[in-house]
Antibody, heavy 117, light 107 residues
Framework: QVNLLQSGAALVKPGASVKLSCKASGYTFTDYYIHWVKQSHGKSLEWIGYINPNSGYTNYNEKFKSKATLTVDKSTNTAYMELSRLTSEDSATYYC??????????WGQGVMVTVSS | DIQMTQSPASLSASLGETISIECLASEGISSYLAWYQQKPGKSPQLLIYGANSLQAGVPSRFSGSGSGTQYSLKISSMQPEDEGDYFCQQSYKFPPTFGSGTKLEIK
């Protein structure tokens, strides 16, 4: 069965960076794009960007272009998102999700990032 | 970016009641519309894609309809496990955008 397992919650200081992971299993990793979504305040969802695990091609929401960097490690079926220069506005839950037919068909369990000194 | 306006923001329904949630896009999205359910502390789960196609494993009491800029999700016969937040999402143009959500509770 398809599973996306994300790394644990992170507490990071303002100005620092954090790298989140998303390990895929139960399907051929390189056959599906991986997207990342931010959920703030337990409600609204924002699309951050996606990566093609086969080619490494990325596409970002303009809003997150200087904030997020997406990479993959095909040898471990793992996608990563690094968030840089963190501020309190980056405190949120971040999800990785697999692209289905013009939708997101499987989601990781989410990882809460808290930015605090 | 395409704006997705979802209504109502919250809704209370009795068990067995039929409910509808609406989503209005700021421009036509050619049925590239998905619906998700999210329960507290959990990740969103895909219910409907392509405006009216039921995701595998989703109960048939869920259905989607619409075209152009107007779409809706219907739940026929509300069940206790249907409590949660519901979001629409368009994938017609980048970036994909989501509605602000509808909180569905049992009356």
């Amino acid at each position: 069965q398809v599973n996306l397992l994300q790394s644990g919650a992170a507490l990071v200081k303002p100005g620092a960076s954090v790298k989140l992971s998303c390990k895929a299993s139960g399907y051929t990793f390189t056959d599906y794009y991986i997207h990342w979504v931010k959920q703030s305040h337990g409600k609204s969802l924002e699309w951050i960007g996606y990566i093609n695990p086969n080619s490494g091609y990325t596409n970002y929401n303009e809003k997150f272009k200087s904030k997020a960097t997406l990479t993959v490690d095909k040898s471990t079926n793992t996608a990563y998102m690094e968030l840089s220069r963190l501020t309190s506005e980056d405190s949120a839950t971040y999800y990785c999700t697999r692209e289905g037919w013009y939708s997101f068909d499987y989601w990781g369990q989410g990882v809460m990032v808290t930015v605090s000194s | 970016d395409i704006q997705m306006t979802q209504s109502p923001a919250s809704l209370s329904a009795s068990l067995g009641e039929t409910i509808s949630i609406e989503c209005l896009a700021s421009e036509g999205i050619s049925s590239y519309l998905a619906w998700y359910q999210q329960k507290p502390g959990k990740s969103p789960q895909l219910l409907i894609y392509g405006a009216n196609s039921l995701q595998a494993g989703v109960p048939s009491r869920f259905s989607g309809s619409g075209s152009g800029t107007q779409y809706s999700l219907k739940i026929s016969s509300m069940q206790p496990e249907d409590e949660g937040d519901y979001f629409c999402q368009q994938s017609y143009k980048f970036p994909p955008t989501f509605g602000s959500g509808t909180k569905l509770e049992i009356k």
